[in-house]
């Protein structure tokens, strides 16, 4: 208890003798710790965005015209929503989609009112259960039942090129996060070095009178941890600022981003960036009083 107390002592010491040069590296942490919490809630905002737009990928079956009504909603939409790929099946009339297309575009109302016939076909909307599934399905209709459909549509190569851009993100992402932390802790340790370097004289005064090089570290550590804590603590404050002002005001403006809020925990980005914090304060500590007592021996 008495040395945990003398560690206590000494790191409160020595923490005070060195404030500008803590200050600096506090500054510096939580620059990097609040990059690393922006690029986690951007990260946060393009997954969103993928997925919503995932989500959202059908097939559209147009109709041709002629067809039995009654034998498409008795025997052929309820086939269709068998398919294990399938999770949803719409069938949309001709009237439905006049109406659907007047309201998306105003200036269409006055030409339908002159057209007497209907000229927009019948169709199904089909969403899946996984953007994969989209040519799967779109071949099996075609074969099962081809007699009533005119034409299918699902984005084709569009929509694979698409896939594949949104895996090499979330790939790219996962290894640009790691690298990014990596670098964060690499900077901000080096930082933490160079204020422990400067007070390596009280480090070979603590050697001689006979302190093992585990004493000699502790109060250095825990200088590290609360440095890290403390930076952690500002750097969540800016990125919650950010999320709450430009992140989310763009949300509310683009309708299939209102889930956003939802998906970006601050709790998980707060817990986050204070391991990571910790972690840079550790290991600066460490590499700092490591290299340092190397150097006496």
Not at 198 to 216: H, N, P, Q
């Amino acid at each position: 208890m008495h040395s945990f107390t003398y560690i206590l002592a000494e790191t409160w010491i020595s923490m005070k003798k060195s404030a500008t040069m803590l200050f600096s590296a506090a500054v510096i942490m939580t620059t990097a710790l609040s990059l690393l919490g922006f690029f986690i809630v951007t990260q946060n905002f393009f997954k969103v965005v993928l997925k919503d737009i995932e989500n959202n990928l059908q097939i559209v079956v147009f109709l041709e015209d002629g067809f039995n009504e009654r034998t498409l909603k008795d025997a052929i939409i309820p086939s269709v929503r068998a398919y294990p790929e399938v999770a949803e099946v719409e069938y949309v009339n001709k009237e439905k989609a006049r109406e659907e297309l007047k309201k998306d575009i105003a200036e269409l109302d006055e030409i339908f009112s002159i057209i007497e016939d209907n000229p927009l076909p019948s169709s199904l909307r089909i969403k899946v259960r996984t953007p994969q599934s989209l040519k799967t399905v779109a071949e099996r209709l075609k074969k099962e039942n081809g007699i009533i459909i005119n034409e299918i549509t699902y984005g084709g190569e569009n929509v694979h090129n698409f896939l594949t851009a949104s895996e090499k993100f979330k790939q790219f992402s996962v290894i640009f996060l790691a690298l990014f932390i990596l670098t964060s802790v690499i900077v901000t340790a080096a930082t933490i070095k160079l204020t422990i370097y400067s007070r390596r004289s009280d480090i070979e005064i603590m050697k001689l009178v006979g302190a093992t090089d585990w004493y000699v570290k502790w109060p250095y550590i825990i200088e590290g941890m609360a440095l890290g804590l403390i930076s952690s603590a500002f750097a969540i404050m800016l990125v919650l600022f950010l999320k709450n002002s430009a992140v989310l005001e763009i949300a509310k403006s683009i309708q299939f981003l209102s889930g956003f809020k939802s998906e970006v925990s601050m709790l998980e980005i707060g817990w986050k960036l204070t391991v990571v914090g910790i972690l840079q304060g550790i290991i600066g500590a460490l590499w700092s009083t490591s290299s340092i007592l190397s150097e006496k021996e």
